[in-house]
């Protein structure tokens, strides 16, 4: 199948300074040229150093701290750092290590309205340029330990690749009554408004 004319006009490809495979395949099905590099943070260490900061502040200082990582050692890219934080009522949750893990979240998630904050930095030149912060909010029905089960035997261990042990655009999308924001923004990566700063900077065809 012959690849889909990129898009992207930048000299080299876009630098995803990200491990995230959700994030890489929403800039390739952009037709974006993405190539992926570990931004090597201690993201904890991060988040122990930003006491008192906001999730989504939080999740801001990651997504820069990820960008600036990989453009420090790649001064002559374009480099994006993201990250997403999921905020209940003021707590931050993190992926969760299991499927107890999982289950503990899903416990505490069900019959209320989550947000999940996701943080893009852009880099140019070797430093942070540009962050912003899009939030999405979710809604989870009550599920009980039999629902909670079984959405589990269902979704596997992909439950642990993300903050609120659900892939939406998988099994996940049963947990829900009612989503507010972005698909791109709930997946941790918002197209439109990086779209539009990389329009503008007269990196993209269209
Ligand atoms: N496929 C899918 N992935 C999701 C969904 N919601 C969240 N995620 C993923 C996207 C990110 O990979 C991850 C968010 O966690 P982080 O922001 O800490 O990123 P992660 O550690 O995965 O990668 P990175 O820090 O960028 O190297 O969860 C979803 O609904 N579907």
Partial sequence: MPHAPSLWRGPAPLLLASTSPTRRGLLESAALAV???APGVDERAVEAASAGLSPLALAERL???KAGAVAAQAPDRVVIGADQ????DGTVFHKPADRAGAAAHLARLQGRTHAL???VALAVDGTVAESFVVTARL???PLGEAGIAAYLDAAGPAVTGSVGAYQLEGVGIHLFDRIEGDHSTILGLPLLPLLARLRGRGLLAV
């Fill in 63 to 65: 997504a820069s701290a």
């Fill in 117 to 119: 904050h996701s943080a």
């Fill in 35 to 37: 190539e992926t590099r």
């Fill in 85 to 88: 934080v999921l905020d209940l």
């Fill in 139 to 141: 809604t989870m029905r």
